[in-house]
């Protein structure tokens, strides 16, 4: 992997976004160019895919593989894909140059979501006042053409959407699923080696959850099964392609195994998700191109799901959680990694933020860095994807001579000081204390004191972690990146 060079054009600006696919490709020795901040998108704010396409083509003539959200090529960014009003003939366009690049190109594109709130901070306007009433049709909808709704709970629900919100939202709707399926012909026809096609912030009756449906008919129609794949995620896959890249350039293939305390924890279904655990598992796995066996013995890498509980850490913070299943989760990755065994443990028992019990519960018994990798942020997807994508790229760098000691210990840590310290803990204190509605994004203005609050927290939660003594946050790092306290971003250096 060593000098192994990928250039991604990720979904957004955000470093879940754009930093840590480069995070997860320096633990193989491989690196990540991203393209200048002025190219990129500024929240509600476009990129310039003008300028995001003359920086492919020029990075593409010297990288191995490149790895590209279509949504940023095409509209901007992920939140202007929600936003714009450019025609999806004028946003496939911007897609042609792919046609011209010689490495392969592994992309991704999101069906659109529906949220369930009344808050428009990354919608149109309308969602301000309808946005639960546009879930609530969505749903209402998906169940009428299961032909399991009835005729007046279809006309109540689109009586409680004003008719000019209703009709946008499914022009954007109507736009975005051509565009869909233009990037699966992209696919068909060999310009794109890989497609995943992921859902947003989905829930299992929802119109997104049927176009994603009908988007999985074709794939299977058009015998793609192979190279595109169809699962609930969206802010990880970049980390998942790259990781793919990382995996397609090894010399073997990479053996994933899946388990989690119990067997059939893994038939749950997560918040935001429209399918069982266990399929999103499998289908990050084959995203990071790498192969699920049935049994632990024949594996490369050990999976471990903590199961979906209930909870959710951004607005109904859970009071209490399954510590019996927390600590078996622990003890079996304990035992794997005290036998040699490479193994990544994805947390994804609350939504939006790591399980404080399970945390506990592995750092009782092993230091974090003997993990092979670790997330438990947002969705079950975000978190599958991040976990297998890190655990993918520790075992090919172990493998093929590559491995970054370093690198790896800071994406752990980092994972962790973010999704244990700051999701499970220290947001919801700084929450709190600010006061207001919990199911609506809380803004900050920039120069906030809350994010020195938040920089000397996390440094206290740092410390406590078994393994983290040679670490802390870099002073003056701390920021919100789209000024709202739901992500944090900061950089972790080794203590000088």
Avoid: K
Avoid at 165 to 182: C, K, S, V
Avoid at 251 to 274: F, G, K, M, Q, T
Avoid at 398 to 413: K, Q, S
Wanted: net charge negative; charged share 20%; hydrophobic share 45%.
């Amino acid at each position: 992997m060593s000098g192994f060079q990928i250039a991604l054009v990720p979904l957004d600006e955000r470093p879940v976004c754009a930093g840590l696919p480069g995070m997860v490709a320096a633990v193989a020795g491989a690196g990540v160019t991203t393209p200048p901040a002025e190219l990129m998108p500024r929240f509600r704010t476009p990129g310039d895919p003008a300028g995001l396409d003359r920086w492919l083509q020029e990075q593409a003539m010297s990288a191995h593989a490149v790895v590209v959200a279509l949504e940023t090529l095409g509209h901007g960014g992920l939140v202007p894909s929600r936003l714009g009003a450019e025609t999806s003939r004028t946003i496939s366009a911007r897609w042609e140059m792919l046609c011209d690049i010689a490495v392969p190109v592994h992309a991704s594109t999101v069906v659109m979501r529906t949220p369930d709130a009344d808050d428009a901070t990354e919608e149109p306007e309308y969602y301000e006042s309808c946005g639960r009433a546009l879930h609530r049709l969505s749903a209402v909808l998906h169940e009428q053409a299961d032909g399991t709704a009835n005729d007046q709970s279809v006309i109540a629900a689109r009586r409680a959407v004003p008719a000019a919100a209703r009709r946008d939202f499914f022009a954007r709707r109507r736009r975005n699923h051509e565009l869909n399926l233009h990037a699966l012909g992209l696919a068909a026809d060999g310009i794109l080696q890989t497609l995943v096609v992921t859902a947003d912030d989905t829930a299992a009756v929802a119109v997104g959850t049927a176009e994603h449906e009908w988007l999985s008919h074709w794939v299977d129609w058009l015998e793609l099964g192979d190279r595109v794949l169809t699962y609930p995620g969206a802010d990880e896959v970049g980390a998942v392609l790259v990781a793919r890249a990382l995996v397609l350039d090894s010399a073997a293939p990479l053996r994933v195994s899946i388990e989690a305390d119990r067997p059939e924890a893994l038939d749950r279904l997560a918040a935001y998700e429209n399918v069982p655990v266990r399929v999103t598992a499998a289908r990050q796995v084959a995203a990071a191109g790498c192969v699920v066996v049935a049994g632990p013995g024949d594996a490369d890498l050990h999976l471990l799901v903590h199961a979906p509980q209930s909870g959710d850490w951004a607005v109904a913070p859970p009071t209490s959680t399954d510590t019996a299943a927390a600590e078996a989760t622990a003890g079996r990755a304990a035992a794997l990694v005290h036998a040699g065994q490479a193994v990544a443990v994805a947390d994804c028992a609350q939504g939006n933020g790591a399980d404080p019990a399970l945390v506990a519960a592995l750092t009782s018994r092993i230091p974090i860095p003997a993990l092979a990798g670790y997330a438990g942020w947002n969705t079950a997807g975000n978190t599958i994807g991040t976990a297998v994508a890190h655990g993918a790229a520790t075992v090919v760098g172990r493998r093929d001579g590559t491995f970054d000691p370093l690198a790896h210990e800071r994406l752990l840590l980092h994972r962790l000081t973010e999704d244990w310290a700051y999701m499970a803990i220290v947001r919801g204190a700084v929450r709190a204390e600010r006061g207001g509605d919990w199911h609506r994004h809380l803004m900050v203005q920039a120069g906030d004191p809350v994010v020195t609050v938040i920089e000397s927290r996390l440094t206290q939660s740092l410390a406590t972690v078994r393994g983290s003594s040679g670490w802390r946050i870099r002073p003056g790092s701390v920021h919100l990146p789209w000024q709202r306290l739901f992500e944090v971003g900061f950089e972790l250096e080794q203590v000088p």
